[in-house]
């Protein structure tokens, strides 16, 4: 074996830089440890197969993956690597210094969401890390930088073109219903600019049937969508829904005749309303005097479902909701070419 930078190299053969390396749902079901000593293999492969050296294979990787230091890449990282890596083994012609980043015109104002701190094409088809849409191969994904708050909020995995720019600025339902689940994992009210206002309040007023229902009822939602409208009409960036009201505004929508909504809203909605049911019942039975009652009991939770969903699978919580100001400016990448 060889080591460079806290790198290990493993003797590879071509049979195994062709045919062994794993698949794209192999790399998908990685986790930890594995992730990084198959990104080690995959290195020492694309070296051997290309007659390059490895410390060059793993510069380039870094630079077209955006990883500063080895050590520190998380698991989303060392995913997205092993995809490049896995393209360079299978179409050796691919492998060149990464295109320069592209500029993209952001929102302003109030929808407007953080400077990714990377872009870059798909090197395979994945699913977008927030709202899980397909993108395709060669289609923009990113990152945004680790939250400032990192024991509150993960870090989240590659986001496609939507997720990074849009959906504050034009949000769909899923990204509304996205941010409600986020929130309350975060155990905070719900932090809504004037254009999602608007989603929720047409969403919520559009069934006749949804203020006789049982949870608004028991729950009056009128004073909540007198303050949609007003957040609307001021175009104000900030309006909480406090705790209480945002599970009953899940409630309330679940209500909606079952043909209403995409089959993607009703699950996110279905999958909502069982984690906020298993958060508050416990039905893992964790033990409150090892994850106490905050958030590390709701990850807990989560992570250990008995009915994994598309939420149980990202994680979180995520932060959604501030858009910080890089630290820095940030240099411009050398060739390695």
């Known amino acids: 074996m060889a080591k460079a930078d806290g790198m290990t190299f493993e003797e590879v053969t071509l049979d195994m830089a062709g045919h062994d390396f794993p698949s794209l749902d192999e790399i998908h079901a990685m986790r930890g440890a594995e ?47 092993l995809r490049v890596l896995r393209r360079w083994l299978n179409a050796p012609d691919s492998y060149a210094p990464p295109a ?11 929808a407007q969401l953080p400077v990714p701190r990377m872009l870059k094409p798909a090197h395979a088809d994945i699913a977008c890390g927030l709202c899980s849409d397909p993108v395709k191969a060669g289609d923009l994904i990113g990152r945004f930088r680790t939250p400032k708050d990192a024991r509150t909020y993960a870090a989240m995995d590659w986001l496609c073109h939507h997720c990074l720019y849009e959906r504050r600025h034009t949000p769909r339902r899923r990204d509304l219903l996205m941010r409600i689940f986020h929130h309350l994992f975060a155990g ?10 608007a989603v929720l309040l047409v969403w919520l007023t559009e069934h006749p049937g949804f203020a006789d229902s049982a949870p608004w009822l028991k729950d009056p939602l009128d004073t909540t969508l007198t303050r949609l409208q007003t957040s609307i009409t001021e175009g104000k960036a900030h309006t909480g829904i406090a705790f209480p009201t945002a599970v009953t505004v899940i409630a309330v929508l679940r209500e909606a005749p079952v043909q209403a909504g995409s089959p993607a809203e009703r699950d996110l909605l279905d999958a909502i309303a069982q984690h906020l049911e298993e958060w508050q019942n416990n039905p893992q039975q964790i033990e409150a005097r090892k994850y106490g009652s905050g958030i590390p009991y709701r990850r807990q939770v989560l992570k250990s479902t008995s009915h994994p969903t598309a939420l149980s699978a990202r994680g979180g919580p995520f932060d959604l909701h ?3 100001a890089p630290t820095e400016p940030q240099a411009a990448d050398e060739s390695d070419s």
């Open 100 to 110: 320069p980043k592209p500029r993209v015109k952001r929102p302003e104002g109030i």
């Open 35 to 81: 992730r990084r000593s198959w990104t080690d293999t995959g290195i020492s492969a694309v070296a051997l197969l290309l007659a390059a050296s490895p410390d060059k294979v793993r510069k380039r990787l870094a630079k077209t993956v955006g990883i500063k230091d080895w050590a520190a890449a998380d698991e989303a990282d060392l995913g997205e690597a």
């Open 322 to 324: 501030t858009a910080p």
């Open 188 to 197: 905070s009210a719900v932090d809504l600019n004037a254009f999602e206002c």
